[in-house]
């Protein structure tokens, strides 16, 4: 019994000392560094003015009631308000004409409440990046085994910026 | 006025007796120390559960300067004072608990000959002064009028008598292996063989006690944020909170340099290029102790917290036993002429 106990004593310590040395981190820095997300990613929604055909089905199919139909030049487009939107993508499946895509932006923080309002014009520029990113774009990718991986997804004329960012992040952070 | 001699304010604090309780192991280095021991205990545990921890102040440090920042904030923000307290307890208590927490270090030596109490029973003066402090921390938690605080005060009251007894024991073990009371005579009998080997016993003993004693986990009891908000120090804001949470980190860096001079040797191995008297073997005392400490913070991240009667089982079955083994196998060493 007594033995068993120290056993486990010492394999808590080793599995803690093993984290401690040779452990990637899970997290990232975020506005400095984002986690590289799939294509299909279900981020902010963006809206094809040119291809809607005002059927309102998006605005039925919305669990949250987040989406509204505005009108704009006696043609009903839709609305979305990001305090609201749970990013289910219903909207984008139901869509007949596929006037509705996800982009793979997710950063809905925004300054105040009226912000959060998308009308239909703001809508179909799919919302922008609101962060300033030192040096373009610093993008990691979460690996099951090995950790946090960094990864350079740039513009080529920015790939030496780029690379310091990626100096001056890994060297606060892992060593990947 | 001569090159050679320092100017009169130098050679004032260079004086052992203004030093050590000034300088080193006193107030500065203390207090540099518990800004970086809180930070790394932040980082290892970030690091440890897979994440940053504090980054983005002093960027460039890793976010050294976060203790200082969150010094600075705990400073400015309001002191609250409860309407129903005992007014002179709760302001003056935790003042006295930090001067009793930093008071044994007055008992230090840095080398031979360097130290600020010549007195041959240094390491008792020490170990009384450090369980003097337990008793204000109950003070405290009464004078705050709180449930949580009396609990958490009595959860400390319970571990105290169950943490000094393996601590006075396992010190008393080494002082008989080591024939002296005398700090200075025990870091320099360590020369050959640290005591941490010719005893190991007794320094497990002596660390478990001194986790229990500092509030370090898996014994981070009397202040279980989980269970009872913070535990004695629940009522404190402001630059009084500070000060309690300084209190176990200033207990912390105390302990630690007792189990440096008593189970690491002290300033032995001395390298080279250090002088073997004066005020510099100290570098020595405060690596291995910083050593020391970041391994009591570490286990933080490792274990979760134990029930107070689990903390005093430990006390009594396990460490009250581990000490009194650790006597034996010191009177066993020094009977059959291993050692001394």
Redesign the interface.
């Known amino acids: 019994m007594t033995k068993s106990r120290t056993l486990r004593h010492l394999r808590a310590i080793r599995t803690g000392v093993k984290h401690l040395l040779f452990s990637n981190r899970l997290t990232c820095p975020y506005p400095d560094a984002r986690q590289m997300v799939s294509e299909r990613y279900r981020g902010m929604i963006r809206l094809n003015m040119d291809k809607c055909t005002s059927c309102m089905l998006c605005a039925r199919a919305c669990p949250a009631n987040a989406i509204k139909m505005y009108v704009m030049d006696g043609k009903k487009l839709p609305g979305l308000d990001y305090a609201r939107c749970i990013f289910c993508g219903f909207c984008v499946d139901i869509c007949p004409v596929k006037a509705l895509e996800h982009t793979t932006l997710h950063d809905v923080a925004y300054l105040d409440y009226k912000e959060n309002q998308f009308p239909p014009e703001k809508f179909a520029e799919g919302g922008k990046d609101p962060y300033y990113v030192p040096g373009g774009v610093v993008m990691v990718e979460i690996h099951d085994k090995k950790g946090l991986l960094y990864k350079k997804k740039a513009v080529e004329k920015e790939e030496k910026i780029v690379k310091e960012e990626i100096e001056h992040v890994s060297k606060e952070g892992t060593e990947t | 006025m001569s090159a050679l001699v320092a100017p009169w304010p130098i050679s004032l604090i260079l004086e052992p007796e203004v030093f050590i309780p000034l300088v080193y192991p006193g107030l500065v280095v203390l207090t540099l120390t518990l800004l970086g021991i809180i930070w790394l205990e932040r980082k290892?545990t970030a690091?440890?559960?897979?994440?940053?921890g504090p980054?983005y102040v002093a960027?460039k440090l890793?976010g050294a300067a976060q203790p200082m920042a969150d010094g600075i904030k705990f400073v400015f923000s309001e002191q609250i004072i409860p309407r129903n307290t005992d007014k002179l307890v709760f302001i003056f208590g935790p003042l006295l608990l930090f001067t009793f927490s930093i008071l044994p270090v007055i008992g230090i030596p840095l080398s031979p000959g360097y130290t600020a109490i010549a007195s041959d029973i240094s390491l008792l003066i020490v170990v009384a002064l450090v369980v003097i402090a337990p008793i204000v921390l109950l003070m405290v938690a009464w004078g705050s009028n709180n449930k949580f605080s009396l609990i958490g005060g009595l959860r400390d009251g319970y571990l105290m008598i169950s943490y000094e007894v393996p601590i006075i024991l396992s010190i008393l073990a080494m002082a008989a292996l080591y024939n002296s009371l005398d700090l200075i005579e025990i870091a320099e009998a360590q020369a050959g063989t640290w005591g941490i080997f010719l005893n190991p016993l007794a320094a497990l003993a002596f660390f478990a006690a001194m986790l229990i004693a500092t509030g370090r986990f898996p014994f981070e009891i009397a202040e279980a944020e989980t269970e009872i908000v913070a535990g004695w120090t629940t009522e404190y804001s402001s630059a009084l909170y500070m000060s309690n949470m300084g209190t176990s980190y200033t207990r912390m860096y105390v302990m630690a340099h007792l189990f440096t001079l008593v189970f690491l040797g002290g300033w032995n191995p001395l390298p080279g290029f250090l002088p073997a008297s004066g005020l510099l073997p100290g570098l020595m005392i405060l690596v291995k102790s910083l050593a020391v400490m970041g391994l009591m913070v570490?286990?933080r991240?490792?274990?979760p917290r134990f029930r107070v009667d689990q903390g005093v089982r430990i006390g009594w079955h396990k460490l009250f036993t581990l000490s009194m083994a650790a006597i034996a196998l010191s009177v066993l060493l020094v009977a059959s002429g291993v050692w001394g």
């Open positions: 290892l690091k440890v559960q897979r994440r940053y980054l960027r890793g570490l286990l991240s490792i274990y």
